[in-house]
């Protein structure tokens, strides 16, 4: 097991499963590609941002 906590998401788009905290609560856990299929939510919004979004869908489809 490994606790990461990361500024770049590079970091953890790789990684098996997430969460996403926000002001030290939890408000999302899934994988990177499940999360990013939702279409909306804060991991939604910082991987479009950031410019992740069509990396991430295109390379992890969801099930």
């Known amino acids: 097991t490994v606790l990461t906590i990361a500024h770049r998401l590079d970091t ?3 990684y098996n ?7 030290g609560e939890l408000v999302q ?8 299929a939702l279409g909306s939510g804060i991991f939604f919004d910082m991987i479009t941002e ?3 979004a069509d990396r ?3 390379t992890n ?3």
């Open 29 to 36: 856990c899934d994988t990177p590609a499940a999360l990013a």
């Open 50 to 52: 950031g410019g992740y």
């Open 17 to 23: 499963r997430i969460f996403v905290l926000e002001q």
């Open 12 to 14: 953890v788009l790789d």
């Open 61 to 63: 489809p969801t099930k």
């Open 56 to 58: 991430l869908l295109l």
